[in-house]
């Protein structure tokens, strides 16, 4: 799968709206024409990280023919009133809300893989330290340690000020996918060479919540 994230502004109260407005656009036949797989919506204080997983062929033409679609324009209209740009002094279009990836790590094909959970956290970053970061998460993902922990994939996604990691696990307990996952991110190795990324003490509250999921049926 390849993956994209946008970034965005919410308000936790605006959740189920925002939900249900997802709910019924997925339930349509354009996710499918477009080769999405999964969507996965998370909240951070007022920041929602938008996880998009796409097939790695997409029909082109069916790309082209969506984009004209009525109910993509509707589902944006509906959205304005609970998602706003991350900084609208510098947006222009819906482009300027896509964070890039700048890490990706993929763990062996396994057999009988079963369901694997997302984890989503944040935390500030001066993009100035992104070779850095890859550098150190490039170290660990070489040893046995993210295949000890259950993760199957990594990615780092860099936003303005903001660095977005994003994990896929095995199993379904999310406590205990949230702990892992605090765990590799602020701990150990990793914690003591990973350069100063946001002005405060590293903690496990960069830990997204998630509010709204879809996989391709």
């Known amino acids: 799968m390849r993956s994209m994230v946008t970034v965005s502004k919410m308000d936790h109260n605006s959740i189920p709206e925002v939900s ?12 499918n024409l477009i080769g999405l797989c999964r969507r996965q919506l998370f909240v ?24 004209g679609d009525p109910r993509m324009a509707r589902l944006s209209m509906d959205l304005k009133p609970f998602v706003a740009p991350y900084d609208p002094e510098t947006w222009n279009s819906p482009a300027d809300s896509a964070a ?20 989503v956290t944040v935390t500030r970053m001066d993009q100035a330290s992104i070779p850095a970061v890859t550098s150190i998460f490039r170290e660990s993902d070489s040893t ?51 350069p100063e990324l946001a002005d405060q003490k590293p903690t496990t509250d960069g830990h997204a919540s998630r509010f709204y999921g879809w996989v391709a049926p």
């Not at 951070?44 to 984009?67: G, N, T």
């Not at 890490?103 to 369901?115: F, H, K, L, V």
């Not at 993760?151 to 095995?170: E, K, M, V």
């Open 100 to 119: 890039f990836c700048f890490y990706d790590w993929q763990d062996e094909p396994i057999e009988n893989a079963g369901r694997t959970d997302t984890t």
């Open 44 to 67: 951070h204080d007022d920041v929602q990280i938008h996880l998009y997983d796409f097939a790695e062929q997409a029909d082109q033409s069916a790309l082209a023919k969506v984009k």
């Open 144 to 194: 046995e340690s993210p295949r000890s922990m259950g993760t199957r994939r990594r990615q780092l996604f860099a936003y303005r000020d903001l660095c977005i990691h994003i994990q896929d696990h095995d199993g379904s307990d999310g406590a205990d996918i949230a702990q892992k996952a605090a765990s590799d991110i602020w701990f150990g190795k990793v914690v003591r060479d990973l």
């Open 20 to 31: 249900k407005l997802f709910t019924e656009f997925d339930s349509t036949e354009i996710p």
